[in-house]
């Protein structure tokens, strides 16, 4: 089985955008930006972080970037004032070299980072910032849940061809690649613990992202059962606290890099 191009669903990516936002919110307040050029968002999704590039650097003419054309489609409709573009970021080059190039939870699913990332530092500017936030969780419980169920023989069966992200590389190892490209690089992590309303707001945030590329080959009768079998084994790894709600805990990588 081939897997076809990924259906990525803006209503239920954005059904979680005030938590998506506050590893966006920390990250642009780590951004010192004192070259003059444009600003790109590679990886855009329907839009909000490229409006909050634009209304954190007004004047600047700033683009974002993305393969879905229904996000897109999404996000000019919600901010029809900006410019957006169809691309794959592992192909993106600049006509002119901007000042900022940001990305937010989309690198990860772009391989070969050794070598994309010293590619989109020297994309840059001189001065200019590459600042990157990647979800960093191939030990988080969702992940296990999702290995729990592809592991069940009708869905290896059904789904043993899919493709999906690779996990980042490690702290240390974007560094190494990117400190002979860039004159500063700074790299932490966060883990942010999320408070959902219910069990069922777990499957549907990790149905809007990790499960994509399965759920995108699958006709609506599976997607029903594959997000029941999800659930099931999530119920056993996301117990209610005593208000009821369910702790969700991302565990976030940032980069950010000066060229």
Request: aromatic share 10%; hydrophobic share 50%.
């Amino acid at each position: 089985m081939t897997a076809g191009p990924r259906q990525w669903q803006p209503g239920v990516y954005l059904a979680f955008a005030a938590f998506r936002a506050r590893p966006v919110e920390d990250l642009l307040h780590r951004i010192v930006l004192d070259v003059p050029g444009d600003i790109v968002d590679l990886g855009c999704g329907a839009g909000n972080v490229t409006d909050m590039l634009a209304a954190k650097w007004p004047g600047r003419q700033v683009m974002g970037l993305d393969s879905s054309l229904a996000m897109l489609a999404e996000a000019r409709k919600r901010f029809p004032t900006l410019r957006w573009e169809h691309g794959d970021i592992g192909t993106w080059s600049p006509a002119t070299k901007p000042a900022l190039i940001f990305a937010n939870a989309a690198l990860h699913w772009v391989p070969d980072h050794a070598a994309l990332f010293p590619r989109l530092a020297a994309a840059l500017s001189p001065g200019g910032v590459l600042a990157v936030q990647m979800p960093n969780t191939a030990d988080a419980p969702y992940r296990a849940c999702l290995d729990t169920v592809l592991a069940s023989p009708a869905w290896t069966l059904r789904l043993g061809a899919v493709s999906t992200h690779p996990d980042p590389l490690r702290a240390e190892d974007y560094y190494a690649v990117l400190a002979p490209h860039t004159a500063a690089v700074d790299i932490w992590e966060t883990h942010y613990v999320h408070a959902l309303e219910t069990l069922d707001a777990v499957v549907a945030w990790v149905s809007g992202a990790a499960l994509v590329p399965y759920l995108s080959v699958l006709d609506d009768d599976e997607k029903h059962r594959f997000l029941a079998d999800y659930r099931a084994a999530a119920a056993a790894c996301y117990p209610p606290q005593a208000d009821g709600r369910v702790l969700f805990t991302m565990r976030r990588i940032f980069v950010l890099a000066r060229r």
